[in-house]
């Protein structure tokens, strides 16, 4: 299984919207709706932000907002602040019990 | 709250195996509803899917590793262990647990782990 391609980074101004893809195959972001991304400060470990394509976990603010279009799923931050520079991850179901990773976005907020 | 918490040698030495294990505290490793998962960060890099266990010993490894990777559990001790044989430099990374669940999501993650394959 190949790790699904993600931009090697994104940046925008506090306040703006900024918008980081993850593109996949029929055999994994296509295939199910089984996508996560995840924010990870260095030194730290990922948490997640979003699950099943468009879904929060308690905690997680609605500035986060999920989506997918065919073999591409996509993160958007919206009223980008200081805390959201970090690196973003997503990873998908690949079937037999597998999952794979993006290779990372990092996110400057300029 | 479900903790976890990844321990072993900090350094391996080529060719031999890596041995790690990842102890589950604030909950029970026994559960139908979730898998266990090893996934690791080489230095600057992005993360990698390893391999999952369930309670009762079934697993699920990544292809591309999966002949030299064996994870195994002791659900006396609340603990899931990674075993990845004939390391070399490219093993090197900060290796993470994870708890996986049925919306296919790692979380929670345990601290993670630097393994240097070194001689």
């Known amino acids: 299984q190949s790790a699904l391609t993600q931009p090697p980074s994104a940046s925008g101004s506090p306040g703006q919207s900024v918008t980081i893809s993850c593109t996949g195959s029929r055999s994994d972001v296509g295939g199910y709706n089984y996508v996560s991304w995840y924010r990870q400060y260095p030194g730290k470990a990922p948490k997640v932000l979003i699950y099943?394509?468009?879904k929060r976990p308690s905690g997680v603010p609605d500035r986060f907002f999920g989506s997918k279009s065919g073999n591409t799923a996509s993160l958007t931050v919206s009223g980008l602040q200081a805390e959201d520079e970090a690196d973003y991850y997503c990873?998908?179901?690949?079937?037999?019990?597998?999952?794979?990773f993006g290779g990372g976005t990092k996110l400057t907020v300029l | 709250q479900l903790q976890l918490q990844e321990s072993g040698p900090g350094l391996v030495k080529p060719s031999e195996t890596l041995s790690l294990t990842c102890t589950v505290t604030g909950g029970s490793i026994n559960s139908t509803y979730y898998y266990w998962g090893w996934i690791r960060q080489p230095p600057g890099k992005g993360l990698e899917w390893i391999g999952t266990?369930?309670?009762?010993?079934?697993?699920y490894y990544n292809p591309s590793l999966q002949s030299r990777v064996t994870i195994s559990v002791d659900t006396s001790r609340n603990q899931f262990s990674l075993h990845l044989s004939s390391v070399t430099a490219a093993d090197t990374a900060v290796y993470f647990c994870?708890?996986?669940?049925?919306?296919?999501?790692?979380?929670?993650w345990g601290q993670g782990t630097l393994v240097t394959v070194s001689s």
């Open positions: 099943e394509v468009n």
């Open positions: 994870a708890r996986r669940d049925s919306s296919e999501t790692c979380d929670p």
């Open positions: 266990i369930f309670y009762t010993g079934t697993t």
């Open positions: 990873s998908s179901y690949v079937g037999y019990n597998n999952l794979v």
